[in-house]
């Protein structure tokens, strides 16, 4: 009897927002990674979108959006993209965050980078954790810690039957290479110029120096532990002086040296007194709350190297000595490899 051909495996298709650091770097992963179950058909950045229902390869994207048509920066996705196929979001963009309940009700899974989804306002969190399942999953593996085992550690220690009673760490991978081994005699301005062209920061590095991104991935570690915050419920420490923080997008630049004063200072006194600055966010008894703090070298939350974060978890069975997850923490790798495992994750 011949042999029945074996089923070929179903093809999703895959749109992907956002093609800057992060996106970039997904797209050579991808190309490593040749999954012939993923078809990546619907590619955009800002201003342009390139529709290919045949399929792109990952490494023509670039060219290919260099000459597409016009992309209005909505969530709007192809009419046959439907049920079980995969939007992917690499961008900063709340007009996007917005749009993942929405993906999410129209059967697409959502695999996320963008950290406001999770960690904006607590509606859209609960409506995307009520609509989130096995056949519409949402995957935020990068959205904290750029892939580091967080999250997944909180929600399996939860499913052990653990309460989760203290969450403590440093969360942001730029502000931990900005603060590692900083001592007040180089201008603060330029290592933040050198934290913006590693990839480490936002698309608006105020994002990061404001204590806002903090702030996010705070929220998102408390809803997944359990505690549904409001994000006003965060109290935040910002780094901004106020002419940076009115400054416009072209002004960034130039208001940065603003920070070489107040902050180099800081990090004088810290050195002169055998002390390191972190910015540490904690989450516990007496809430939550993000800012910088003056540590003692071998404190646990200063012992990370370069963008490492560092996060002490706090629950049922881990009471008197906390769990502690360290590792890069931002990074156009490590973070396209987290959304990589999400894809495969609903592959599977
Ligand atoms: N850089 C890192 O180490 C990490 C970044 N992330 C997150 O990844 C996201 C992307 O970060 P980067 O790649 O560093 O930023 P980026 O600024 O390099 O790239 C952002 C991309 O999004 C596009 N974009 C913006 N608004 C859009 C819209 N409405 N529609 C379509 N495309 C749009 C931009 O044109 C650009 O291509 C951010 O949410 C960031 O928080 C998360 C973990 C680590
Ligand atoms: N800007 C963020 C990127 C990762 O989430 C950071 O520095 O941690």
Redesign the pocket.
């Known amino acids: 009897m011949e042999a029945l051909p074996a089923a070929l495996p179903a093809t999703r298709r895959v749109a992907l927002l956002g093609v800057g650091t992060v996106g970039r770097a997904l797209l050579d992963r991808l190309a490593d990674h040749a999954e012939p179950r993923l078809s990546l058909q619907w590619v955009a950045n800002s201003r342009r979108h390139v529709h290919a229902p045949q399929g792109l390869s990952p490494l023509a994207c670039a060219a290919a959006l260099a000459e597409g048509g016009a992309h209005d920066g909505g969530g709007a996705l192809p009419a046959d993209f439907g049920p079980g196929d995969i939007v992917i979001d690499a961008t900063a963009s709340a007009e996007l965050a917005a749009w993942h309940p929405r993906w999410l009700r129209q059967g697409l899974h959502v695999v996320s ?1 963008n ?1 406001l989804g999770l960690g904006g306002p607590l509606l859209r969190q609960h409506e995307i954790a009520q609509l989130a399942n096995a056949q519409r999953r949402y995957g935020d593996a ?5 892939g580091l085992p967080l999250l997944a550690t909180l929600r399996g220690l939860r499913a052990g039957g653990d309460r989760i009673g203290a969450i403590v760490g440093v ?7 900005l603060f590692d081994g900083y001592d007040g005699r180089e201008p603060f301005s330029d290592r933040v110029r050198a ?1 913006v062209a590693q990839g ?3 698309p608006d ?1 105020r ?2 120096l404001s204590g806002e ?2 702030r996010r ?1 705070l929220l998102i570690l408390a809803r997944a532990a359990g505690y549904p915050l409001e994000s006003e419920e965060v109290r935040v420490d910002s780094l901004l002086t106020p002419r940076l923080q009115a400054a416009t997008p072209d002004a960034v630049d130039g208001a940065l040296q603003d920070l070489d004063g107040p902050i180099g200072e800081r990090a004088a006194r810290a050195a002169r007194d055998g002390r390191v600055l972190r910015y540490v966010a904690r989450f516990d008894a007496a809430g939550a709350r993000v800012g910088l703090e003056t540590l003692v070298p071998d404190d646990p939350l200063a012992v990370g190297r370069g ?1 490492d ?1 560092r996060v002490a978890i706090w629950s049922t069975r881990y009471r008197d000595r906390p769990l502690q997850i360290q590792g890069p ?3 156009a790798e490590v ?1 396209a490899a987290a959304l990589l495992d999400d894809l495969l994750r609903i592959l599977a």
């Open positions: 980078a950290k990068a959205t904290v810690g750029a969360l942001s991978g730029t502000l931990a290479w934290a480490y920061a936002e590095p994002v990061d991104d903090v991935k963008c974060n923490g931002a990074g973070t």
